[in-house]
Each structure stands twice: as structure tokens, then as C-alpha cells.
């Protein structure tokens, strides 16, 4: 085969030895990678390889277009997560946190199904946060309600 429609003579990819084809830039030979000295270089194996274009073309950009998915996406408890760091039981809502980063991250991958799934777990580690969070305070107002009788027990006592 000696090559495409409109370029007769050269074969694809070019062989060492054979012309290049037009509208391409030529390889300096200085480059240290490559096939030996004196051989010429093919132009896919160049790192700066572009082609150029011929007069009166016009280059086509292609865009994808934007990604759309068929679900909506499920909720990341990003502020919940956040206020129980805050306000309730920092060490658990950190991962609070990170669940809920996560879960925005997988739906924006398109990776359903652990979306859902890191959602639910930065709800649980939610939920975990408050109600330790809650607990700590109710036992807090114990010691401190149980250490303040006993100091005004002391005081009746003198």
C-alpha cells in the first residue's frame, strides 16, 4: 500500500528513508533519543511533533459536551457535617467531612452507586457526632452539677 487518498507515494506511518509527508514539521536530528544517527526520525516519536496547517485550512477543536447524568445526585450532608465539627463532636465530624467530600466527588466521576453509599456514611458519622456530642455535655453538666453539690456540702458542714 503506497498510502492514503490525496497522498500518493507515501505510506502510513512514514518508514526511515521515505519523504515526508507535506504539511508536517521536520525532526531536528540533534535529539539524543531516536533511531542512530544519520537515520531519520519518525515524526509520532518526537515529543514536540505538531502538524501544520496547510493554507486555507481551518483547525477543528472538538468539545465534549458537558456531562449530564440520569440521576440526580444524592445529598452529601456537607453541612451537617460541618456544623457537628463545629458545634457538637469535632474528632468524629472530620470524617463527617471527608465522606461527605467523597460522596461529592464519586457523583461527579459518575460513580453512582458509591456515591450513595459515601453519603450514607457521612450521614451515619453525622448522626454519631450529635449524639456524642450530646452525651458529652449531659455527662460534663453531671460531674460538674455532682462536684458543685459536693463543694456546697463542704461549706454547710464548716
Known amino acids: 500500500m503506497s498510502g ?4 500518493p507515494g507515501y505510506a502510513y506511518p512514514p518508514q526511515y528513508g521515505q519523504p515526508t509527508p507535506p504539511g508536517y514539521n521536520a525532526v531536528p536530528q540533534q535529539q539524543s533519543y531516536g533511531p542512530p544517527s544519520g537515520a531519520p ?3 509520532g516519536d518526537h ?3 505538531q502538524p501544520q496547517m496547510a493554507a486555507g485550512q481551518t483547525q477543528i477543536h472538538v468539545v465534549p459536551p458537558p456531562q449530564t447524568f440520569s440521576e440526580p445526585p444524592p445529598p452529601d450532608y456537607m453541612t451537617r457535617a460541618i456544623f457537628t465539627t463545629v458545634c457538637c463532636f469535632w474528632p468524629v465530624g472530620i470524617f463527617a467531612i471527608m465522606k461527605a467530600s467523597e460522596a461529592k466527588n464519586a457523583y461527579a466521576r459518575g460513580d453512582f452507586q458509591r456515591a450513595r453509599e459515601l453519603s450514607d456514611s ?3 458519622f453525622s448522626n454519631i457526632a450529635i449524639f456524642a456530642g450530646v452525651a ?3 455527662v460534663s453538666m453531671i ?3 455532682v462536684y458543685v453539690g459536693l463543694i456546697m456540702t463542704n461549706m454547710r458542714s464548716y
Open 47 to 49: 515529543p514536540h511533533f
Open 4 to 7: 492514503e487518498k490525496g497522498a
Open 143 to 145: 460531674i460538674v452539677g
Open 136 to 138: 458529652s455535655i449531659i
Open 122 to 124: 457521612a450521614r451515619r
Open 41 to 43: 526520525m519518525y515524526q
